[in-house]
């Protein structure tokens, strides 16, 4: 609902007034849900300073107003928010926020870039192609150049846009070699387990062939005791 009542008034702003009117209503909607979400946790909570202190973004979404530039950090929120109420495995839960979040931003960027840089006298973003494209750019931190916000607005949204980009790169890289570190130790791990096993039954084996030793050596004693015993007799009838 907040996607398309925001992109709405953006992509077609000579769209019907109903319309217009519309897409209003859905972001307040919205809007209440975040609300009343979190009046409600905030009543049941047992310590209530306590839950203010530990859940910012939830507070963050209520209090940011529905002012055009800054409804884009309400997504924001709303991805943390979401990413944050999941179950899920740690890296299948890292690899949601990361496209959650990349296509959120390229979304809602193009979007926010397009309505303040469309009717800026020197812009040279005018349609959603190529805010589209500058969002690319921006967030890939490649920065071909021809196409640049020239508003102050503009300008500060491509500042929010790198540093979500060179921060989720970051996420990305960090994400793939704790993948890799954990497949290491996993098979450094079963690789210990099998040394141990080995070492255990090599053990087990000397100490079989020891014991297979012994019982060896005390069966020939017994045996030779016992051809001793019998042939004594014959021995001495003999020499008589």
């Given at each position: 609902?907040?996607?398309?009542?925001?992109?709405?008034?953006?992509?077609?702003?000579?769209?019907?007034?109903?319309?217009?009117?519309?897409?209003?209503?859905?972001?307040?909607?919205?809007?209440?849900?975040?609300?009343?979400?979190?009046a409600v946790r905030l009543t049941l909570a047992e310590h209530?300073?306590?839950?203010?202190?530990?859940?910012?973004?939830?507070?963050?979404?209520?209090?940011?107003?529905?002012?055009?530039p800054l409804r884009l950090l309400r997504l924001v929120a709303?991805?943390?928010?979401?990413?944050?109420?999941?179950?899920?495995?740690?890296?299948?839960?890292?690899?949601?926020?990361?496209?959650?979040?990349?296509?959120?931003?390229?979304?809602?960027?193009?979007?926010?870039?397009?309505?303040?840089?469309?009717?800026?006298?020197?812009?040279?973003?005018?349609?959603?192609?190529?805010?589209?494209?500058?969002?690319?750019?921006?967030?890939?931190?490649?920065?071909?150049?021809?196409?640049?916000?020239?508003?102050?607005?503009?300008?500060?949204?491509?500042?929010?846009?790198?540093?979500?980009?060179?921060?989720?790169?970051?996420?990305?890289?960090?994400?793939?070699?704790?993948?890799?570190?954990?497949?290491?130790?996993?098979?450094?791990?079963?690789?210990?387990?099998?040394?141990?096993?080995?070492?255990?039954?090599?053990?087990?084996?000397?100490?079989?062939?020891?014991?297979?030793?012994?019982?060896?050596?005390?069966?020939?004693?017994k045996d030779t005791a016992m051809d001793d015993q019998t042939?004594?007799?014959?021995?001495?009838?003999?020499?008589?």
């Open positions: 609902m907040f996607a398309a009542a925001y992109a709405v008034p953006v992509v077609m702003p000579r769209a019907d007034p109903q319309v217009l009117w519309l897409c209003r209503i859905c972001e307040w909607i919205v809007w209440g849900a975040f609300a009343v979400d979190y209530r300073w306590k839950f203010v202190r530990t859940h910012p973004l939830a507070l963050l979404a209520v209090l940011l107003p529905m002012v055009q709303t991805l943390l928010l979401v990413g944050q109420r999941a179950r899920l495995a740690p890296q299948i839960r890292i690899t949601t926020y990361v496209a959650g979040t990349v296509i959120g931003l390229l979304m809602f960027g193009s979007l926010a870039v397009l309505e303040v840089e469309r009717d800026a006298p020197h812009g040279n973003i005018r349609t959603l192609a190529d805010a589209v494209w500058w969002s690319f750019t921006t967030m890939t931190t490649v920065g071909y150049g021809d196409h640049a916000p020239t508003t102050g607005l503009g300008r500060v949204l491509a500042v929010g846009l790198m540093l979500a980009g060179i921060a989720l790169l970051g996420v990305v890289t960090a994400n793939i070699a704790a993948w890799f570190i954990a497949n290491f130790e996993r098979d450094d791990a079963e690789e210990q387990l099998r040394i141990a096993a080995i070492a255990r039954l090599t053990d087990e084996v000397r100490e079989l062939r020891a014991e297979v030793a012994r019982l060896t050596t005390t069966a020939l004693h042939g004594t007799p014959e021995n001495s009838q003999q020499d008589s």
